[in-house]
Nanobody, 123 residues
Framework: EVQVAESGGGSVQAGGSLRLSCAAS????????MSWFRQAPGKEREGVAAIDSSGVTNYADSVKGRFALSRDSAKNTLYLHMNSLKPEDTAIYYC?????????????????WGQGTQVTVSS
């Protein structure tokens, strides 16, 4: 069973930065995709950023230029660097992982999910 665990959430003022980490126990490091989704109160879950093991990345328009992914393939760890945070970025952030290539932000493409970590941005 693949385990996915996030860490690094917290509270920050608008304009600040946070880094989220996600560790996934995937067995095939050259054939995987990992991503971040978020869900704000009363809103649907949305894809934020994704990367596959070939290095292809995909970002939601709402975070382009502010968020960036990095990945330590040897550790199967994914990082989400969040800069210039806005109150509308407040949400529970979920890490998702699966086997296969393609940096999709389509949630059904991911079989393994973490429990989520809260990010709160105050104005």
């Amino acid at each position: 069973e693949v385990q996915v665990a996030e860490s690094g959430g917290g509270s920050v003022q608008a304009g600040g930065s946070l880094r989220l980490s996600c560790a996934a126990s995937l067995d095939a490091p050259l054939n995987t995709r990992m991503s971040w989704f978020r869900q704000a109160p009363g809103k649907e879950r949305e894809g934020v950023a994704a990367i596959d093991s070939s290095g292809v990345t995909n970002y939601a328009d709402s975070v382009k230029g502010r968020f960036a992914l990095s990945r330590d393939s040897a550790k199967n760890t994914l990082y989400l660097h969040m800069n210039s945070l806005k109150p509308e970025d407040t949400a529970i952030y979920y890490c998702a992982a699966n086997y296969g290539l393609g940096a999709t932000l389509n949630a059904p493409a991911y079989s393994y999910w973490g429990q989520g970590t809260q990010v709160t941005v105050s104005s």
